[in-house]
Structures are given as C-alpha cells and as structure tokens.
C-alpha cells in the first residue's frame, strides 16, 4: 500500500467512525478537518476547497445554534422532551446552514476564481 492511498484510508475510517459517533456533525468535522489539511496546488482546487469549507463551517455553526435556540424552547415548553428540541432544532439548523453555506461557498469561489491570474 502506498503512502498516499494510506493516508486516504485514515480519513475514510475518521470520516465513518465520525458520522457513526455524532451523524452527520461528526461527518461534516471530519471533512472540516480533511479540508483544513488539504494544499491545494491549483486555482480550480483551492475554490473548491473554499467552498467546501464554506459549507461545511455554516453548517456547524448554524446546527449549533439551532440546538441551543431549540433546547431553550424545549425547557420554556417542556422540560422532560427539551432533549428532543434540542436534536430537533439542531437538525434543522443545520439542514439550513448547509445550504446557505452552498450558496455562500459557491458565491466566495466563483469570486477567487475570477480574480486568480489567468495563465
């Protein structure tokens, strides 16, 4: 096995025991991580790694906030199920941020891309 394909394995393992751990929050740490590690040796790579960590940064922070929104209504309402608001409105704010981080991540690439030095 080269080196390459097994530093590749070890980000698969992280990314699967991740999302098998925390669901889909664990999934987007572990591609935070690997994107945060990546060098890009291009303008076209480097774009789409901003745009990954771009998406992948508002949908931690918009989950988070949710949760926390959602586990503060859940104690206002009913205290026995805010656990469940809390998941609930983490879900949904995460759900949002995805996509609202697509959106922005596609606006700040298309940015770099257009004003990288044409070769």
């Known amino acids: ?7 590749r394995t070890r980000w698969i393992v992280a990314a699967v025991l991740g999302a098998a751990c925390l669901g889909l929050g664990g999934l987007v ?4 991580a690997a994107l945060l590690r990546w060098r890009p040796g291009s303008v076209r790579e480097e774009t789409w790694r ?5 998406t992948c940064t508002t949908a931690l922070v918009a989950g988070v906030v ?9 104690l206002a309402v009913y205290p026995p199920t805010a656990f469940f608001a ?3 409105g983490g879900a949904l704010g995460a759900a949002l941020g995805l996509l609202v ?10 940015d770099l891309r257009r004003r990288a030095p044409q070769s």
């Open 50 to 54: 901003l745009a990954g960590l771009a």
């Open 1 to 7: 096995m080269t080196a390459a394909a097994s530093h």
């Open 101 to 110: 981080g697509a959106g922005v991540g596609a606006v700040l690439a298309a």
């Open 29 to 32: 740490v572990v591609a935070e």
């Open 86 to 88: 809390f998941l609930e």
């Open 66 to 74: 949710g949760g926390v929104v959602g586990l503060l209504r859940g």
